[in-house]
């Protein structure tokens, strides 16, 4: 039996990585300065970037993603993105 947070971990999580990724590197980051925001290794945002790894995310998820990235560009945004990727996780498991 797989519980739902597993689940999240294998295929939700990194999708939303790969989303702000891309979304802090499309607003002007490096790829060095996304990997340290989100605490992951460069090579794995390049993987990102070029879609070797994590699928895109529904569009519905557009804006949780805008607003994660605002979070992260913030001095404050370790709190609100655990936040954001909970509500995202949520979201992908509901059924609408």
């Known amino acids: 039996m797989k519980l739902p947070c597993e689940h999240a971990l294998w295929y939700v999580l990194p999708q939303i990585r790969a989303e702000l990724a891309r979304e802090l590197v499309e607003r002007g980051l490096s790829q060095k300065d996304a990997a340290e925001k989100l605490g992951l290794t460069p090579a794995a945002v390049s993987q990102y970037l070029h879609k070797k790894r994590g699928s895109s995310l529904p ?37 609408d």
């Open 59 to 95: 569009s519905k998820f557009k804006k949780l993603i805008e607003n994660a990235a605002d979070g992260l560009l913030e001095a404050s945004g370790d709190n609100k993105i655990s936040s954001i990727i909970c509500d995202c996780c949520t979201k992908a498991r509901s059924k």
